[in-house]
């Protein structure tokens, strides 16, 4: 099973959005730690020097007779009310709880005994459910091992934290989206080449062999475009060579053709004054020279479809006047092939190459001259900018197996397989088929509609309607 | 004095037989196998069509179309071996008036021919002067003047607005003028038509890409306005 794979132009902006996230997380979480580190040692510096300041207070008015009952009294009124716990620890007579909940249990076995060893102390652990900055600092005034201990909450910090987050995250979403956009900026002037590549490319697939790609004084597309220029070059070449060939063999053949029509011509205005014998040679000669004329013409005509050497030369005409022309051109003059109109047809203007449509009919026609006792109708209908022209007969039809086969080369139907006639060559059809191709239009073969015997050769010439 | 055909062709056959054909319809015939003895043959002789095959050995037929048309208005017929539009837009461009293409028949190049005649020697019936802004057509003399001043048409050109002049305002299919002026009793080349009215309108319009008489009527064909 074929991969499905992104285009350049998806990867390219999906790189520079991970990109860009990646950089910006990157960036939000440095900033992120560097800005806890930072607050944090500012509050644990404002803490420890707080806590100095009250340990100090405390200190000048403890004595060794102070009374424990004394001490609660004694430290909220040295105590400036901060929204931090406080507690005293004394060695010998146990821990002293204070009011603001600093019960026994905060009292961490960790911070005991390193406050015994090392008479200060400074750490962070829970206290409640919240993480708390706790001091404890030496008492020297009351006795020996007495240490005042204070625990400020975090979360002050914390909520500083928490404030920053969103606004690192908004950054990171917008720093993504830039790189989104950037991608989009970037893959279109990288893309903006490629595409002027395709669009030349699809220039030249239709037909326009003269488009070329001008230069972007940038060296590695120059390279790109120089190598296309040369491509394009050489199809040109290769192209007008191939047409050149087909004109030349054209002239060549057209000559002697023209030498040998001219001759029989000649003859023929003799014709009475030739003996029996001869005039039968000459009504061969003739007759042969005629198919052998349709041949050529049609042979060199295909042959400029083959190597793409035509071209379509549209005008803007009245479609019933148009067809009117052509049928009338294409039949006797004392026949008249009705055209009947269909939802306005008669006022249409349809933008077409005249010569060959008008070939495309004097075909059909002479097809249904030669099978099918001549054109009895033509109908025409619009659908929207779609032209159909249908041309009806009353001969014995196209069967079935066969309605496809007749518009191939050399293809003839089973009726058109007897030469006894001299005429009909099988290249008339698909030269009908080339001529409507070139349009964009098709042909088909169906069986009248309204119940007659003999066919119906629908042409389908889509968006040829101006207006 | 009969009439004489000079005609332009390095084929041998092809010469000789169109010789034979002419011949046979009671016209005298000049041969020249190249442009440059085609000129000398139409200075010292002279002849009233002009038959210029366009790929000729030398000077080719473009220019010796272009070479005759400079001094006269005798009547051309370009025959080129393709239909493409390059090569029979190019001929009408050097100033021919009609072209065939090979192979043709001898009986469709002496109807050109034909037709070709009776429009140098009759130049419309109707002997009325008729006047179009500052536009003068006088049919009968066969001058066209503008602002009074006399304006050179060649007789194609000029037997194609004497019939637009017949209709004043009258829209004339591209087939109608086909018909008409160049005698084509087929569905013929509108290119002939186009390339006579642009060549017309650079000798009468003020504005040639802006006409103010011979105006394109949108799919139907031109018409000239009073």
Known sequence: MAERRLGLRARVIIAFSIGALLLSALLS???????????????????????????????GELSDSTDISELVPLMTSVITPTNTLQGMLFDNRGYYVDTFRFTDQDLNDNLRETLLASKSASMTYDIGDQPHHVIGLPLPGAQANAYYIQAAPLQNVE??????????????????????????????RLLTPIDEISHAARLIASGDLATRLTSRGDPDLDQLIQSFNGMATSLQERIERDSRFASDVSHELRSPLMALTGSVAVLEGRRDDMPERAQVALDLLSTNIGRFKVLVEDLLEISRFDVGAVQLDTEEVALGEFIRQAIGAAVARERNVPIIHNNGTDELFV????????????????????????VTQ???????????????????????????????????????????????????????????????GTISVTNRVDGLTGSRFVISLPKIVVE | MATQVLTVEDDDSIRTVVKLALEDEGWG?????????????????????????????????????????????????MVTARSDTHDVVAGLEAGADDYLTKPFEPKELSARIRALLRRSRS?????????????????????????????????????????????????????????????????????????????????IEPDPADPRYVVTVRGLGYKLVP
């Open chain 1, 29 to 59: 979480v440095v900033t992120y730690s560097v800005t806890r580190a930072n607050l944090i040692e500012a509050s644990e510096k404002d803490a420890l020097s707080n806590a100095g300041t009250n340990a100090l207070s405390i200190n």
């Open chain 2, 29 to 77: 015939v000049l041969e020249a196998s190249n442009g440059e003895d085609a000129l000398v043959i139409f200075r010292d002789k002279g002849a009233d069509v002009v038959l210029i095959d366009i790929m000729l050995p030398g000077m080719n037929g473009f220019e010796v179309c272009r070479s005759i048309r400079r001094t006269t208005d005798v009547p051309i017929i």
């Open chain 1, 159 to 188: 909520q500083a934290l928490n404030s920053l987050l969103p606004t690192l995250a908004s950054a990171s979403a917008i720093t993504t989206v830039l790189g989104m956009a950037f991608g989009v900026y970037v893959t279109k």
């Open chain 2, 123 to 203: 130049q419309g019936s109707d002997a009325v002067q008729m006047t179009f802004g500052e536009l003068e057509v006088s049919p009968e003399q066969g001058v066209v003047t503008l602002r009074g001043e006399q304006v050179h048409l060649t007789k194609t050109e000029f037997k194609l607005l004497v019939e637009l002049a017949s209709g004043p305002s009258k829209v004339f299919s591209r087939e109608t003028l086909l018909e008409k002026v160049w005698g084509y009793d087929y569905f013929g080349d509108g290119r002939l038509v186009d390339v006579h009215v642009r060549r017309l309108r650079t000798k």
């Open chain 1, 351 to 374: 933008e077409l190459d005249k010569r060959r449509i008008a070939q495309v009919i004097r075909n059909l026609s002479e097809n249904a001259d030669k099978y099918a006792g001549g």
């Open chain 1, 378 to 440: 033509i109908r025409l209908h619009h659908d929207g900018d779609d032209v159909r022209i249908e041309i009806e007969d009353e001969g014995p039809g196209v069967p079935v197996e066969e309605r496809e086969l007749i518009f191939e080369r050399f293809a003839r139907g089973i009726e058109g397989g007897r030469r006894g006639s001299g005429t009909g060559v099988g290249l008339g059809l698909s030269l009908v088929t080339e001529h409507l191709r070139l349009q964009g």
